[in-house]
C-alpha cells in the first residue's frame, strides 16, 4: 500500500472503495452506496472536533476552529454579534460553549487516561492506497502505533454492552479487520478508544474478541465481493441476502 500524506477532503475524493463504502455495501447495498447523499449532523460534527484535539493537537484544533462566546440568539443583539463572530472566525467551523465544555471535560478524562493516551500515539491520519483482494482500496485509520491501528469512537454510552452494541450497529468489526487485514496487522490488536460525550465523559479502550473478528471479516470480505461483481458487470445490487427465493424475494 502506498502511504500519502494528504487531506481527508483528498482522501475522500478518491475513486477506490473505503470502510465506510463497504460498510453501507454490507448494512445496505451497492445502490444504496452509489446513491447516497452527504449527510452530517451534530454528533457527526462533534466527533470530528474531539478526533482533531485528541489526535492532532491543540495547534491544528484552533486552526480549524472557532469558539463562539455564549449567545442567546432570541435577541437582536446576540444574532448580530454571531455575525461579527462568523467574520472573524474566517472560515473555521464554530463551536459553541456547550460543545466546548464537553471537549475540555473530555480531554481531562483522556490524559488522566495512560492506556488511551498510548493507544493515540503513532502516525495519526496517514492514507494509504492500493489493491486488496485484487480491488483498489483506500484505508485511512485514526492512529498506527508500533504493532496496531488505533481507531477514536465517540459515543453517548461507552459501557460494555452499550458499545458492544454499537460495533454491530455501525459496523465497527468490519472496519477494523478490513484496515488490519489491508495494512497486515493483526485485528485483535485493533483498538477501539471509545469516549463518551454524555456526564461523566469516561474513556474506555477496547478490543475485538476472536468471534467479532471472525464476523468482521466475513462482512467486509461479502461487501467486497459485491463490490466487484459491481465493479466486472455494471450490476447495481439491492438488498442480498442468504435467504430468498428465485426470483428475488427475500424471506424475514
Not at 171 to 193: E, I, M, T, W
Request: neutral net charge.
Amino acid at each position: 500500500m502506498q502511504k500519502v500524506q494528504d487531506t481527508n477532503e483528498q482522501y475522500h475524493s478518491k475513486d477506490s472503495i473505503s470502510a465506510s463504502g463497504l460498510k453501507t455495501i454490507y448494512k445496505k447495498s451497492v445502490k444504496h452506496f452509489l446513491e447516497q447523499l452527504p449527510f452530517s449532523s451534530k454528533s457527526m460534527e462533534l466527533g470530528t472536533a474531539v478526533h482533531t484535539i485528541l489526535l492532532e493537537g491543540n495547534d491544528k484544533f484552533y486552526n480549524d476552529y472557532y469558539i463562539l462566546p455564549k449567545l442567546d440568539l432570541r435577541y437582536k443583539a446576540d444574532k448580530e454579534q454571531l455575525k461579527q463572530h462568523e467574520k472573524l472566525a474566517k472560515g473555521r467551523k464554530l463551536l459553541k460553549q456547550d460543545e466546548m465544555f464537553i471537549i475540555d471535560k473530555i480531554i481531562v478524562n483522556f490524559k488522566s487516561n495512560d492506556l488511551a493516551r498510548e493507544s493515540c500515539d503513532g502516525d495519526v491520519e496517514i492514507s494509504h492506497y492500493g489493491k486488496f483482494n485484487g480491488i483498489d482500496v483506500r484505508v485511512r485509520p485514526d492512529v498506527i502505533g508500533k504493532d496496531f491501528i488505533g481507531d477514536v469512537k465517540t459515543c453517548q454510552d461507552n459501557s460494555p454492552k452499550a458499545f458492544g452494541r454499537d460495533i454491530y450497529k455501525y459496523n465497527y468489526h468490519l472496519q477494523a479487520c478490513f484496515y488490519s487485514d489491508a495494512l497486515g496487522y493483526d485485528p485483535a490488536k485493533f483498538r477501539f478508544v471509545a469516549v463518551e460525550t454524555n456526564h461523566p465523559f469516561s474513556v474506555q479502550v477496547y478490543s475485538l474478541k476472536d468471534e467479532t473478528i471472525e464476523r468482521g471479516r466475513l462482512a467486509y470480505q461479502k461487501a467486497l465481493d459485491l463490490w466487484k461483481l459491481y465493479l466486472e458487470t455494471g450490476i447495481v445490487s439491492g438488498y442480498v441476502s442468504d435467504d430468498q427465493t428465485e426470483n428475488g424475494i427475500i424471506l424475514i
